[in-house]
């Protein structure tokens, strides 16, 4: 399977951390909403997630925190949902149920 062409722009180039930075979680965003709106599933994204990150020659253990990442912002809540502000989707500020208290509450 080939990965989508935006998909290397959502990782840091040296570290290769899924939206570390703030304008790999702006392209990040962008593309899990790409891949909702083609109904493309999380079994593909993280597959094209493992295919790139193996081809760049990461670790197995590295891949697997990548893929946690990518699973967390893929499900349901924060990131892909667009009536909740991106500013207020910060990775640690995640709960369990993929969105934070203080978007529920607004």
Not at 44 to 55: D, P
Request: glycine share 10%.
């Amino acid at each position: 399977m080939a990965y989508d062409n935006e998909l290397p722009g959502c990782f840091g180039n040296n570290d290769l951390i899924f939206a570390g930075h703030p304008l790999d979680a702006d392209r990040a965003f962008n593309w899990l909403g790409s891949l909702r709106k083609r109904h493309i599933g999380l079994a593909a994204v993280k597959e094209q997630v493992r295919e790139f990150l193996t081809e760049r020659g990461a670790s197995a253990a590295h891949i697997d925190e990548q893929l946690s990442k990518v699973e967390r912002r893929f499900g349901p809540g924060c990131w892909t949902d667009p009536a909740i502000p991106r500013r207020r989707c910060q990775p640690s500020r995640l709960d369990a149920g993929g969105i934070t208290a203080q978007a529920r509450s607004h």
